[in-house]
């Protein structure tokens, strides 16, 4: 773990206040991340902070555990931390409530899809920390039920999404009507040079950015395998799974709301109990489900993934990548459900033949060679009728060329300049003495 703590420094290094070091200490950190320690004295001292570091690294008490220690406990609303989906803004109010349980700060969640007396009634018994989806912060300032005259701090969560096309014209918005001096911290896994360059727009000229190559928690507690299989069997080796090994809370992600009714309907079908979540459900199905899912009265909970920035439980055992996503980073979010609280934890993928090369990707951003979980006493189904596909092999196929090359019949020489075939593909750069405008 030396890669991702710093373990020379303790929180009490870290100039946190007394009550909320306590809050640190009931949930069982002693040291801080390599982020949390290099972003925290920074937040502290007041400067904005740019912040980037890998999913799972703790960056959500990165910028929460200085607000809380600077907070004044007789104003509401001085916060305000935007997210970009309502399962990612719960999670961060569970979380900071959770490091500031020994502090008269709360934090209460706006977003779309609950009632809004509700969230009201949050505000008016702590709201100190407004954590919210832009659609619904930005209604209610317009109603007039949450202002922004008080705001000391302005957090953007998944700042790399927030700015993305989609949000970017409301968080513009939002941004523009907070007139006051105000700190501002951006936090991400991963920010570019056109994120970089439209977040120090919001933000003072004396900005810091922190950016740690540290280690993912998350991906070091969970151990990961994957399983090849044909698109037509997944269904059938998920079943095998979930009835031939013992999983406390299995947590089953994919692609579409689709996949996820008919993946429940099929288990249910087959009498294992599952429940779904995704975001066609109403808000109040959903919170049911996860109230049943934090009393651990569930035992399978398929889910689409926005889901997986979301769901914050403790006793997910197992994650299960029903379909692999297309983006490597989600695959992060993903496994980040189990291993939860320094716990060990379980990831199994379903990679289809045509896969091999988004595995290599997810491998890249995880720096772990994800090995292979075969299971000799599962019999593959018969392929539907127009189904069958080629064997195709999982792993990264090798280059167009060789493979162009390797088919060739060698007797043709004809195809080839001068009448010689090659036998491997060319180096993978052509070297050049005169530097053109792309090397330099």
Known sequence: MDDIFSADL??????LSGDVLRGVKDAGFEHPTDIQAKLIPVALAGRDVLGQAKTGTGKTAAFGLPILTQADPGTKMQTLILAPTRELAN??????????????IRAVSIVGGEAYQDQLNGIKEGGHIIV???????????RRQIHFNDLRWVVLDEVDRMLDIGFRDDIRQILSKISGQHQTMFVSATIGPEIERLSRRFMR?????????AGSLTVSQVTQKYLSVKPWDKGRLLRHLLTHEE????????????????????LKDRKIDAYEIHGDLTQGRRNRVMNTLRRGKLDVLIASDLASRGLDVQNISHIINYDLPDDPEVYVHRIGRTARAGRKGTAW?????????????????????IEELDYPDFKPGTPPPGAEQP????????SRLTEAVS???ETDASQFPGGVVPKSAPRRTLGSRFKTRRSR
Do not use: W, Y
């Open 407 to 409: 088919n060739v019949d």
């Open 247 to 266: 999983a406390d809370l299995a947590l089953v992600f994919c692609r579409t709301k689709e996949t996820v009714r008919n993946v429940t309907r099929f």
């Open 205 to 213: 000229d004396d900005v810091e950015k922190i950016a740690t190559v």
């Open 349 to 369: 993928s379903f990679v289809t033949p045509d896969q091999g090369q988004l595995l290599t990707e997810i491998e890249k951003l995880t720096s772990v060679h």
């Open 391 to 398: 064997a195709a092999p999982v792993r990264e196929p090798r």
């Open 10 to 15: 303790t929180f009490d290094d870290l100039g």
């Open 132 to 142: 919210g989806t832009p659609g619904r912060i930005m209604d209610m300032r317009q």
């Open 91 to 104: 999670q961060i109010v569970v979380e900071i409530n959770e490091l500031g349980r020994r502090t008269p």
